[in-house]
């Protein structure tokens, strides 16, 4: 069964407490060297309603999640959302601090995440499954 998509509104995003306290703290170690990553991560934090990771539902994105994603041609792309260190193009490891990335933090299935490149360039995908370490794949 297929359910309509939506964007997600600008106050829209749920995050794990655990996830918030580190991504709040990455953000702000950040701000000297990459302000304006730094400052899209802190934004989004600061509009973020927390929960215990316990009850986090098994359809929002969260770090180590492996997400597939359609973009407006249809294709899908499976990635995994993971801290800086962790980060691997070639293994579809996407970096929270990317753009992307920082989109996809706190979304749910269904929803269209739009971010801006770093080259300017509007973007946009549709989650359409998430997977997460905790639970076996959500769809829709």
């Known amino acids: ?8 509104p600008s106050g829209q995003i749920l995050i ?3 996830d918030h306290d580190r991504l709040t703290g990455l953000a702000r170690a950040l701000l000297d060297r990459t302000p304006e990553v730094a ?3 802190l934004s989004e934090m600061d509009r973020a309603v927390i929960a215990d990771a316990a009850a986090m539902p098994a359809d929002v994105v969260r770090m180590g ?11 899908i792309q ?27 933090i706190g979304a749910a299935i269904g929803q269209v995440v739009c971010w801006s490149s770093r080259d ?6 549709t ?9 076996g794949p959500q769809r829709i």
Request: glycine share 8%; charged share 25%; net charge negative.
């Open 1 to 8: 069964m297929q359910h309509a998509t939506e964007s997600r």
């Open 16 to 18: 794990s407490e655990i």
């Open 39 to 41: 400052e899209e991560l």
């Open 65 to 75: 999640s492996t997400v597939a994603v359609s973009s407006e041609g249809g294709d």
């Open 78 to 104: 499976r990635i995994t959302l993971v801290y800086p260190g962790e980060a691997d193009i070639a293994e579809n490891r996407i970096s929270v601090l990317t753009p992307m990335g920082t989109a996809l």
């Open 120 to 125: 300017g360039r509007e973007l946009s995908v």
């Open 127 to 135: 989650i359409e499954a998430v997977d997460t370490l905790t639970s």
